[in-house]
């Protein structure tokens, strides 16, 4: 079955560094999914990338989608205390319109003041 | 807008019991999806709904079973309860884009679900 793997499981940074966390499919992936969830809540969807190559940002956030596909990156520049959360990325299973989302580990970030 | 309700928050029950849990999409939404979050195994897929049709099914015994009515509201129940079972019951809910493409889901806040 597909698989997502995302590293770092951790990931500690000081307050005003930047952070990256990466994710890896088994197969093509039609389009792929990120959620931010804070301690205690519940994932939040960030952003769908679709195009191979994409690259989106949403201000100190940047998301890519790589050329085949099958990859994807998320990088936060000069962390907040704000950011503090884990970061899901997740790929559909079964075709574009059927919402079976399979989920990465999760990249779980403290940022420290 | 409202989000995605689900009830109860929090529920306690004991093993071989069983449990309903509600879920209520934002409106409009007609896909339902339900994820069960544990600390060992993440956020694992249990079923999908869309008008009325479970499209898809996670790998949980038949234990786990859902349904969604005509309003979009949906339901999964568990039976048998064990011990295993305690976890976050998330329900997300989702929109069409052009070309049958699902957005991105919108979860609820989940519910708690303790078997002792």
């Known amino acids: 079955g597909q698989q997502v793997m995302q590293i770092p499981q951790y990931q500690h940074v000081q307050e005003g560094e930047d952070f990256t966390t990466y994710c890896n499919s088994s197969t093509t992936l039609s389009n792929i999914q990120w959620y931010k969830q804070r301690p205690g809540g519940h994932p939040v969807f960030l952003i769908q990338?679709?195009?191979?190559?994409e690259v989106k940002k949403q201000k100190r956030l940047t998301f890519q989608f790589g050329e085949a596909k099958k990859n994807s990156s998320l990088h936060i520049t000069a962390t907040q205390t704000t950011d503090v959360g884990t970061y899901f990325c997740?790929?559909?299973?079964?075709?574009?319109?059927?919402?079976?989302?399979?989920f990465g580990q999760g990249t779980i970030l403290t940022v420290h003041p | 807008k409202a989000g995605v309700t689900q009830t109860p928050r929090y529920l306690i029950k004991t093993r071989g019991q069983q449990v309903t849990l509600s879920c209520s999409p934002i409106s409009g939404h007609r896909s339902v999806s339900w994820y069960q979050q544990t600390p060992g195994q993440g956020l694992q897929f249990l079923f999908e709904?869309?008008?009325?049709?479970?499209?898809n099914k996670g790998n949980f015994p038949g234990r786990f079973s859902g349904r969604q009515f005509s309003n979009s509201r949906s339901e999964m129940n568990v039976s048998t309860l064990e011990l295993g079972d305690s976890a976050l019951y998330l329900c997300?809910?989702?929109?069409?884009?052009?070309?049958?493409?699902?957005?991105?889901?919108?979860f609820g806040s989940g519910t708690r679900l303790t078997v002792v």
């Open positions: 997740a790929g559909p299973y079964g075709g574009t319109s059927y919402g079976k989302l399979t």
């Open positions: 709904y869309f008008s009325e049709t479970q499209r």
């Open positions: 997300a809910s989702s929109s069409i884009q052009g070309q049958g493409v699902l957005y991105g889901y919108t």
């Open positions: 990338l679709v195009k191979s190559g």
